[in-house]
């Protein structure tokens, strides 16, 4: 069996960050910005940056409608945070006439935590990584999932201020589609790729 290939999504964003860790986990990763690069690959990341910004430069590049169908036809896909927002179907607190790709039955607000200067760490319980110590979250401009649809998985949540984990929703999974609230390309921490590449391969 040849080894999948994951592309990034490299309009806008972190892409270095995601393919290194890819490389960490024994992904072949190659960037994307042409719907024939887009055709080349057996999945897809879509990094953290600017939603709005992500959106428009997908327009421009003919590359919308293209992720739609790929998305649609079940190619895996992973988006942190603003490709979280990219994932959705929803957006609460988006750009007027602001678009996604879609395919995630779950509505995001953009910008929930706050601005930049409200940008936070945390540490998350997260079992769909297997055992071991808590995921170290780091939170930028984050958006979190307001509501989900029956066929979605709850992942993680930001725990409340008593500790508990009945919080905001950070981290969700549609069959073979993952998104975080979060950046896991911005840490040392690589069980969320290893994650999104056992999908990649279950696929």
């Known amino acids: 069996m040849t080894q999948p290939t994951v592309g990034v999504l490299a309009l806008q964003g972190d892409v270095r960050e995601h393919q290194r860790m890819l490389a960490e986990v024994g992904a072949q990763s190659t960037t994307v910005r042409t719907p024939a690069e887009l055709d080349a690959v057996d999945a897809l990341v879509l990094p953290g940056g600017e939603s709005t910004t992500m959106w428009r430069l997908a327009r421009t590049f003919g590359l919308l409608e293209p992720l739609r169908k790929r998305v649609a036809g079940g190619m895996p896909a992973y988006g942190s945070c603003a490709g979280m927002i990219m994932l959705a179907d929803r957006i609460e607190g988006g750009v007027a006439g602001q678009e996604t790709v879609g395919g ?23 079992p769909a990584l297997g055992a071991g110590p808590a995921f170290h979250a780091v ?14 998985d709850i992942l993680a949540r930001v725990a409340t201020a008593d500790g508990g984990n009945t919080g905001n929703i950070v981290a969700v999974r549609q069959g073979r589609l993952l998104a975080t609230s979060f950046h896991p390309e911005l840490t ?15 696929a």
């Open 104 to 126: 995630m039955d779950i509505t995001v607000r953009r910008n929930a935590f706050g601005r930049q200067v409200d940008s936070f760490e945390g540490d998350l319980d997260f």
């Open 139 to 152: 939170f930028i401009r984050a958006p979190w999932v307001e509501k989900v649809g029956d066929g979605v």
């Open 188 to 202: 040392a921490d690589a069980r969320v790729h290893a994650l999104f590449l056992d999908i990649v391969k279950e």
